[in-house]
């Protein structure tokens, strides 16, 4: 008996194994055990069985026993035990994919109807002590070891059970769920990269510890086909420290494998596909409709896997990267012995939807939010609008407007902007009349084709995560500050902090069709980056050193640079904190500045021309208007002739729309990525600044109020030189006082340290000569109101700002449940909401101790708390919904159909909640938890409108002045090249504004009910003349050059220590009058006076025609002395020179290096001008006619193309006449023929 059973065990396992022996298996029939030693299995014939990836081979399997258990009597509860000592695995990487036979399973018989015997095999339980898994290409070797690896069925919940618990079959839909775990103890993996660029490179080392992989298989009960699975990972919390050679090492090993996996991955997923595709829409889509009594059809659609997934749950990553001594290490004193930098990730979930179909909703996405979110609502317009651009490309025929295409034929897109489906018939026959304006063939079959459009979609989400500030040798002990942190009490309960999403679109099969390009969305919601120098430097010297070698690994192709990328950050703030110097008996002094927006974009693809806001090509277009209007001439002071232009020419191009990306004219994949994405804009809606920490008050004080920014951005040579140009809208204040003008000096000491090491730096880096850095930058207006002490205490007369009456309609705003709105303010950042364009509504109060009243965020009103109290309620709904149980299950006995079933039904009902996936539930149990309660903390602490009501801050009844200076049309450019740095800058129009005298508190309100009025009120002026007329000189002029000196080098004649520069500023003042107060004029002297003694800047200024009106309004010692009279200067020209050793000169104009002569004659000033003027509208003509030149030999090549074609088409016109005639001919032959053939046979039926 037992040698009959090890024959047909031999047979059977001869196929799969090399040189097996009877000797080699030990059998105990009637106990159901058995052993098997030293297997080797077939590699080519275990390579298709298990269906390994296209792009590795396996070269070689073997396991050094194999043990087996199998209860006969209790096959249908039990399963069937396999032990595995220990496996050894070899595999080797396919520069070419590999041809995968799905047909060739071996002698594997075909699998029929889903039987008994399917149910045995699939529910064996597999147990392998360990797993040696070598892996070998040719750049790197690896090598995976696994220990106590089990694959288990389980129960829909997760746990062991009956192996009836483990299936879940679809009485409506032919279909069943098999449900496994896999799990593993630990792993370890290892990697080595080969190659000279590779000779230095460490080995990379992993560890994992305790894996769980929960398995759901969906198969067909006719056929035993696999229709879909869902794989969800989860890792135990891990904690990596890599260097920078281990990173670069990462990056190689990686780079080695896209190419084979990304071949690989396109073929394998479009064949597959394309089977999906066949698959029959009922066996797909039909879900049952029955009653509450069904359970197995209930507990089947909630388990359904609806399309194939792929997921990672991970609690927790602790990643710590370090430098290795190098061109990765900063030569910055404190970070010369090196430093480490921890990133902390808390749930974080990754997901991977390889078989998408672009028409199909995703609300079956666990988390997925799809209903009025910007990344929905962005993939759907940007579908919407390939598949009209591929109409209008492809089928270019107009239609009138009677004939409307019939409701199959509709292109309009519905979902996410795809036709769902292709009409399954034609049309009727339109009448003779509309005949000509009925759809044509060709767009009947766009639309089929569109149909099929299919999708990749890979999600990353991540709850938390922070980074803390780079850590160095020290003996401190300090725990890790953040460098950059979530604010998670001002997002709602479920929200997470991070969402990334990659879409890649595609046909199934082997098709060749436009697609659209590739998209990437980003965002990002509230965080804090609390500025560090040292973490900056750390991160400006380690990034460039590891990205550098993921460049040189970077994929060749333009196809793989062509990506749609758009990003978005919500309530991002950086705060610059105040450092040692900070004095706490200074009560107006600061701690922290916050710079703070609303919403921020980034986006390298333009908004519809329809579309009235920033993005646009016609924004892009009046920034550059604007820059040329402001802009003073080249060679004026101050500019210079080696300056930069910052309107760069790719600017130009993609105003105008001549940069577009030549496709061809055949039909290709990217036919439709036309497009350039080589410019990119910037948004920020609206930027503010507030100081926080003044002992003196409990709020912030403003800075900066809220003002939209719009830049664009534009790249060359990857990104070693930048062009950066942009514009405020509207009218911008800043408001000021002498210690937080200290404040902003040590932050500009700090930020001047920075920018020279990472200067040094850049310097280091190969090719460092060629970088540059240019930002143009216009503001159309700004107010800098400075905060002086008072001289007339007891008087509260504020002039100008007594002039403006309160905004009623800008207080209402601070009642509690509001809806009015207005333009952002610094009335807005008195409110705790942030109320946008879109349908983002977060709330911004942070939960603080019960003994500090903590102001409210600003830029916000509450005209959205309703929203967001709404908002909160129902996401509390929806969690008390998720976790009630369902009453109806006591009826599961009753809709069983077999004693089996019935058992299943039973035990199902019994343990399974309503909600999905126990992983999915298991991993955001906490998250959702502790979400509601900082919700419900934010709707506690803003549910009193004290709270955000100017008047319960802090009182202030100290007396102040103020003086105003107002400031138009302000050009500003900054340029870094060739180790010289120069900013300058020019505006109009200074006035002034003087306030005596006026409480602080009264001061606040009445300004920003002023600036908001005059906000509103506000508008860009119109100007009608041309653009490229040159402006009028400047009034207000600087320009401050920094030039590199060269290094000090060391006993080894090696350069040491940071390169030593010389730094002058230059100005020049003309045709201005200004009045002011003599105590005003003294209270200035007072606020730029300096707390620390600095070495003199070089200084040279140039002032013409200015007139200065000095109000004497101080109280007179004597009753007797008569009023004080005003003072009148008039400064015709006067010249300010100030030394490095701080010696100020004042004297006439002289011809200097620095300081241009006095103005020449008005006459060779105008034909100055004139020359000026016309030398750049040569240089813009030249330009136009470059592109001109450009576009007329496309043209030319297209007329060729044209005409070709045309010749092409007039030979075939006269090959399909002569093949007519020759048809002709031939017929008229034939006919001949048979004529004669029957004359012929006409006497021989005779002669018979």
């Known amino acids: 008996m037992v040698t009959i059973i090890k024959n047909q065990l031999l047979k059977h396992l001869s196929r799969y194994t090399k040189n097996l022996s009877p000797e080699q298996i030990s059998l105990s029939a009637l106990r159901g055990s058995g052993e098997l030693q030293d297997l080797t299995l077939d590699e080519d014939l275990l390579t298709d069985l298990l269906e390994l990836p296209g792009w590795v081979r396996l070269t070689s399997a073997r396991c050094n026993r194999a043990s087996f258990r199998i209860q006969w009597t209790k096959l249908k509860t039990v399963p069937i035990v396999l032990n595995l000592d220990e496996v050894h695995i070899a595999l080797e990487v396919c520069t070419e994919p590999r041809v995968v036979n799905p047909g060739s399973g071996g002698a594997m018989p075909i699998p029929g109807k889903y039987s008994y015997i399917h149910k045995v095999i699939d529910g064996i339980s597999v147990a392998v002590n360990q797993v040696q898994i070598e892996f070998k290409c040719d750049a790197f070797t690896s090598s995976v070891q696994i220990s106590r690896v089990t694959v288990e069925s389980r129960t829909p919940e997760g746990r062991k059970g009956d192996l009836r618990l483990t299936r879940i079959k679809s009485p409506d839909t032919g279909q069943l ?107 797909i889509h039909s879900r049952p409709t029955s009653g509450d009594k069904d359970i197995l059809a209930r507990m089947f659609a909630k388990h359904d896997v609806r399309e194939t997934s792929y997921h990672l749950l991970a609690p927790r990553i602790d990643l710590h990267l370090c430098d290795d001594p190098g061109l990765g290490r900063s030569e910055m004193p404190q970070l010369a012995n090196g430093g480490a930098l921890q990133v902390t990730l808390v749930s974080m979930q990754a997901d991977l939807f390889p078989y998408h179909k672009a028409s199909n909703d995703r609300r079956h996405w666990r988390g997925y939010r799809e209903a009025a979110t910007p990344h929905s609502q962005w993939l759907s317009q940007a579908l919407s609008s390939f598949c009209t651009t591929l109409l209008e490309t492809l089928d270019p025929r107009p239609m009138t407007p009677s004939a409307k295409p019939s409701q199959g034929e509709r292109d309009e897109p519905v979902g996410n902007g795809v036709p769902p489906r292709a009409p399954a018939a034609p049309a009727p026959p339109a009448p003779p009349a509309a005949h000509a ?110 990205g550098a070698a993921a460049s040189d690994h970077a994929p060749s192709d333009d196809s793989a640079a062509y990506i749609d990328v758009r990003t978005e950050a919500i309530m991002p703030k950086i705060v610059l ?143 070693s030189r930048i062009w950066v140009i942009g514009r405020t809208c509207g009218l911008s204040g800043i408001q000021l006082n002498h210690y937080q003008l200290l404040f902003l000096l040590r932050q500009m000491e700090r930020i001047s340290e920075l920018t020279t090491w990472l200067a040094h730096q850049a310097s280091r880096m190969p090719e460092a000569d060629q970088g540059s850095l240019v930002v143009g930058l216009v503001v159309p207006a700004v107010e800098v109101t400075l905060v002086l002490p008072t001289n007339c205490p007891g008087q509260e007369s504020s002039r100008d700002l007594d002039s403006v009456p309160l905004d009623s309609s800008s207080l209402n705003d601070l009642k509690l449940g509001s809806e009015a709105t207005m333009a952002p303010s610094m009335l807005d950042r008195d409110s705790g909401v942030l109320a946008t364009q879109g349908t983002i509504e977060v709330c911004t109060a942070q939960p603080l101790p019960a003994d500090e009243i903590q102001p409210p965020s600003p830029g916000l009103n509450f005209s959205g708390f309703s929203s967001m109290r709404r908002g909160l309620t129902s996401l509390v709904t929806s969690l008390d919904s998720a976790l009630t149980r369902d009453d109806a299950r006591s009826d599961a006995a009753s809709t069983a159909s077999s004693d089996s079933e019935r058992y299943v039904v039973v035990g199902l009902a019994a343990e399974s909640p309503d909600d999905a996936d126990v992983a999915f539930r298991e991993f955001e149990h906490g998250r959702l938890s502790s979400g509601v309660e900082v919700a419900s903390e934010v709707v506690e602490r803003s549910s009193s409108p004290s709270d955000h009501s100017i008047t319960s801050s802090c ?129 200035l002297s007072e606020f730029i006076e300096d707390e620390v003694v600095i070495p003199p800047m070089p200084l040279e200024v140039l002032i013409e025609n200015v007139k200065l009106h000095l109000v004497e309004d101080r109280p007179t010692r004597s009753i007797s002395s008569p009023p004080p009279q005003p003072l009148d200067l008039d400064l015709t020209t006067l ?113 018979r």
């Open 437 to 546: 304006s009925a759809p044509s063939p060709t767009r009947t079959r766009i639309l089929q084709q569109l149909g099929k459009l299919m999708t990749t979609c890979l999600i990353l989400r991540i709850d938390d995560f922070t980074v803390y500030k780079v850590s160095t040798g020290s003996k401190s002990r300090e725990a890790p500050r953040p460098f950059v942190s979530a604010e998670k009490a001002t997002l709602p309960g479920d929200a997470g902090l991070l969402h990334a999403e990659l879409t890649f679109f595609y046909y199934p099969g082997d098709v060749c069709f436009p697609v659209p390009s590739p998209k990437l969305y980003v965002q990002l919601s509230p965080v804090r980056v609390s500025l560090d120098v040292p973490s900056v430097l750390w991160l400006a010297a380690f990034l460039p050193h590891v």
């Open 1135 to 1247: 010249r300010l020179n100030r030394d490095t050793s701080g010696v100020v000169h004042l004297g006439p104009t002289v011809s200097s290096r620095t300081v241009s002569p006095s103005s020449p004659p008005p006459e060779l000033q105008m034909a100055m001008e004139e020359i000026q003027r016309l030398n750049e509208e040569n240089e813009d003509l030249r330009k136009r006619l470059a592109t001109l030149n450009r576009i007329a030999e496309d043209n030319r090549d297209l007329r060729a193309k044209v005409e070709e074609a045309s010749a092409l088409r007039a030979c075939a016109h006269a090959a399909q006449q002569e093949a007519a005639r020759l048809l002709a001919d031939k017929h008229e032959l034939l006919e001949a023929v048979r004529l004669l053939q029957e004359q012929l046979s006409g006497p021989c039926r005779g002669k």
């Open 955 to 1083: 009182k202030r009844r100290d007396m102040i002045s103020t003086c105003t200076l107002r400031l138009n049309n302000i050009y500003l450019v900054q340029q870094s090249a060739n180790a010289k740095s120069c900013m300058r800058i020019v505006a109009d129009d200074l006035k002034t504004d003087e306030c005596s005298s006026i409480p602080w508190d009264e001061f606040q309100i009445r300004l920003k009910n002023k600036f908001s009025m005059r906000a509103r009120a506000w508008s860009e002026p119109v100007t009608e003349d041309d653009e490229l007329r040159p402006r009028d000189a400047p009034r207000v002029s600087a320009r401050l050059l920094r030039t590199e000196l060269p290094r000090v080098v060391n006993e080894m004649g090696e350069p040491v220590g940071l390169a030593p520069y010389e730094e002058i500023l230059e100005a020049r003042i003309r045709e201005l009058s200004i009045a002011l107060n003599m105590s005003t004029a003294l209270a």
């Open 577 to 719: 904190e105040a450092g040692p110097e900070h004095v706490s008996q200074q009560r107006d002094r600061p701690k922290e500045l916050h710079i703070c927006t609303a919403r921020a974009t980034f986006t390298n693809v333009r908004e519809s021309p329809r579309a009235n806001t920033a993005g646009t090509r016609a924004d892009l277009a009046s920034i550059i208007a604007a820059i040329r209007r402001t802009a003073p001439l080249r060679g004026q002071f101050p500019c210079s002739s080696d300056d930069i232009d910052p309107l760069h020419e790719q600017f130009l191009l993609h105003a105008d729309n001549l940069d577009d990306v030549e496709r061809g004219a055949g039909v290709s994949a990217e036919r439709t990525w036309r497009e350039c994405r080589r410019v990119w804009c910037a948004r920020v809606e609206p930027l503010w600044a507030d100081f926080c920490g003044a002992r003196a008050t409990a709020r912030p004080s403003p800075l900066l109020d809220a003002t939209p920014l719009t830049a664009w951005v534009c790249f060359e040579e990857g990104f």
């Open 177 to 283: 769920l098999i449900f496994k775990e896999l799990e593993w103890q630990s792993a370890r993996i290892e990697a080595k990269a080969h190659g000279v660029a590779a000779a230095n490179l460490p080995p990379l080392r992993l560890l994992l510890g305790n894996t769980h992989c929960r398995i759901v298989i969906k198969k067909r009960l006719s056929d035993c086909a696999v229709l879909g699975s869902r794989l969800v990972l989860r890792p135990e919390p891990l904690a990596w420290a890599l260097t920078d050679g281990q990173l670069r090492a990462a990056l190689a090993c990686a780079a080695a494998l896209a190419g084979p996996v990304r071949r690989a991955t396109e073929q394998a997923t479009r064949t597959k596909a394309a089977h999906k595709i066949e698959e029959p829409l009922d066996q």
